[in-house]
């Protein structure tokens, strides 16, 4: 079972035998001249970072502190009139219901506001009071040496998730705390997926008779754990669609983790520590470039230029990228027929190192740029990836002779333009830092 209750007796005994300390997290509302508890959150495990932070408002306050896990045992009780020290208020306690309940989330769990490095088996109490919360909508939230909200569930989100947004989808919850033990006999730690191999970190204390699995839908395999190791997976045919680790001990899960994008995101992945260590596949990437068509951020160039006009076709792109949002030219590739041409026999690295040179030498001043070379099937490409550089305008000068008047441009839609004055006001103005003042604001407020 991944769910079930307990008793709020049992709850509490287990905080005072866990010997751990807690990281706690409180909103606090005052009645009548007390301070009451409206929420609480609080991680139970052998890493709590030591954290002291109070936002006092005129009738609530945030505290963030670390106490005793035991300290915490006088939470589930359905007696009155029982107080607890946060930081520097004395709390009024809720009476509780009889019923705790509890679930086992692995680590990282996705939809968690407070993703965990180590699985967890959280309890809920709920107040046998009404918890109903009424935001402070028109009540400001002010307070000293603490930032400012225009109402109680952004200062919510913000303390409790550090989600500073003024809208937001969460708000108070209806329980009134939250307790995570942290599980710590095992967990998954980095996980590296390369072509043909899939390492993982396994850690943990009591990892004794432990297996790690992969599943997947064309492969899977399992390896017995003894202690804290980098386990192998030799991948025949490369990570399995639909791929799970589990951490298990007998009939019962330590850890899990999907390593699939259908299950999960990119950026949740990232955020568990699964790295990809997959090399592009050329004919991949400019077949991607290719299908793309030429836009705002893509141009297509037949060939490396020559002449002073493809000179000057060429680098009012290039400056016209690093001036707006950046963006990639793709040499040996006919722009008519979107079909690879390459760019003949030539050596690949001096052609790239030619075109280095010539941007370095008529684009001003020097942007941040990075060339590439592909080869597929049997001809050679160079793709220029230019970034948004930060000091626009960036202008080209087609010959020695033209180093004192260079040129600007500005990219619109597929096609490059002689850049106007407004043009560049507006790209040098909205660079960060750089921010245009709004009407009826000082200057001031956004620099």
Request: a negative charge; charged letters at 25%; glycine letters at 8%.
């Amino acid at each position: 079972m991944d769910q079930g209750s307990a008793s709020p007796e049992t709850l509490a005994e287990m905080l005072r035998a866990s010997g751990s300390r807690a990281e706690i997290k409180a909103m606090i509302e005052k009645k009548k001249d007390a301070w009451h508890l409206r929420y609480i959150r609080a991680v139970v495990g052998p890493d709590v970072t030591e954290d002291n932070t109070v936002w006092q408002y005129e009738s609530l306050a945030f505290v963030s502190t670390t106490l005793e896990a035991s300290e915490l045992a006088v939470l589930p009780s359905d007696i009155a009139y029982r107080t607890l020290v946060l930081g520097p208020f004395e709390v009024d306690l809720p009476p509780v219901r009889q019923d705790a309940n509890w679930e086992r989330k692995p680590s990282f769990a996705r939809l968690d506001s407070m993703r965990l490095p180590w699985p967890t088996k959280n309890f809920t109490l709920y107040s046998q009071e009404s918890q109903s919360f009424q935001s402070s909508g028109g009540h400001l939230l002010v307070g000293l040496n603490c930032p400012s909200f225009t109402e109680s569930n952004s200062a919510f989100r913000a303390f409790f998730d550090g989600n500073f947004a003024l809208a937001g989808a969460s708000s108070v919850p209806s329980d009134f705390a939250l307790i995570r033990f942290v599980a710590n006999d095992g967990w998954l730690g980095n996980s590296h997926v390369g072509t043909s191999e899939l390492r993982v970190e396994v850690c943990g204390r009591a990892l004794g008779g432990v297996t790690l699995e992969l599943f997947g839908v064309t492969d899977r395999q399992s390896v017995q754990v003894e202690g804290p190791s980098s386990v192998r997976f030799q991948l025949a045919d490369g990570l399995p669609e639909y791929a799970w680790l589990w951490l298990k001990s007998g009939t019962r899960w330590l850890d899990y983790r999907a390593l699939h994008s259908t299950w999960t995101t990119q950026t949740e992945l990232e955020d568990a520590g699964v790295h990809f260590d997959i090399p592009e596949e050329p004919s991949s990437v400019i077949e991607a470039l290719v299908t793309a068509g030429e836009g705002p951020q893509l141009e297509y160039k037949s060939k490396i230029p020559e002449t002073a006009d493809e000179r000057r076709s060429t680098f009012k792109t290039i400056a016209a990228f690093a001036t707006g949002k950046g963006g990639t030219v793709v040499f040996g590739v006919d722009r008519d027929e979107l079909t690879v041409v390459g760019l003949g026999s030539e050596d690949p690295k001096k052609l790239r190192d030619q075109l280095s040179s010539m941007i370095r030498s008529r684009v001003i001043p020097t942007p941040n740029f990075e060339p590439s070379v592909y080869v597929v099937e049997g001809k050679t490409l160079l793709v220029l990836r230019v970034d948004p550089s930060p000091s626009p305008p960036y202008g080209i000068t087609v010959d020695d002779s033209s180093k004192e008047r260079p040129e600007f441009y500005v990219r619109r839609g597929a096609s490059t333009y002689p850049a106007q004055p407004n043009d560049m006001r507006e790209t040098t103005l909205t660079r960060p830092g750089h921010e245009i003042p709004q009407p009826g604001f000082p200057r001031s407020l956004f620099v």
